[in-house]
């Protein structure tokens, strides 16, 4: 099954909804298959430092922001390629308290069988977000202009 834009709220939201429901449960496997390695690293170090859970329990919107695809290699073969997408979510986190997140899934162009190919690679509150494209878009316009 390929992406399609239409299904993007009802598959992420399914695909957060079972991490939070994970992470409160204490459910390595599906922590495991709904993150990228990284990702699931800090959320098992969390869940071993008994911290609260970072997944919002109640998810209200999904807006994407942007989109792209990367390369890790010059061989631009489809399992070396990956899909990123940025959502902002707004919600309440396991106290009822407001909070917005942003929310890199990712999932590499050859994995198209199902949705659940997509997996939560970055978490970060608002302002980390504005504050790490903030300081990556000063630090190209640095590079491109050194004066």
């Known amino acids: 099954m390929d992406f399609k834009s239409y299904n993007l709220d009802r598959q992420f939201r399914e695909i957060y909804s079972d991490l939070h ?3 409160k449960r204490g459910d390595k496997v599906i922590l495991q298959r709904s993150q990228s390695e990284s990702m699931n ?15 919002l329990k109640e998810v209200h919107s999904m807006t994407p922001l942007q989109s792209r695809i990367y390369h890790e290699s010059d061989h631009l073969l489809p399992e070396e390629q990956w899909a990123q997408i940025t959502v902002k979510i707004k ?8 909070v917005i997140q942003m929310n890199v899934f990712e999932r590499r162009l050859a994995d198209k ?9 970055m978490m970060a509150d608002e302002a980390d977000f504005m504050f790490m494209h903030t300081s990556a878009t000063a630090e190209n316009k640095s590079v491109a202009n050194p004066d």
């Open 91 to 98: 919600g309440n986190d396991s106290e009822g308290l407001p």
């Open 113 to 121: 069988l199902s949705y659940m190919d997509w997996k939560l690679s």
């Open 21 to 23: 429901t994970a992470y």
């Open 41 to 55: 690293g800090y959320s098992v170090s969390l869940l071993k430092a008994n911290r609260h859970n970072p997944f």
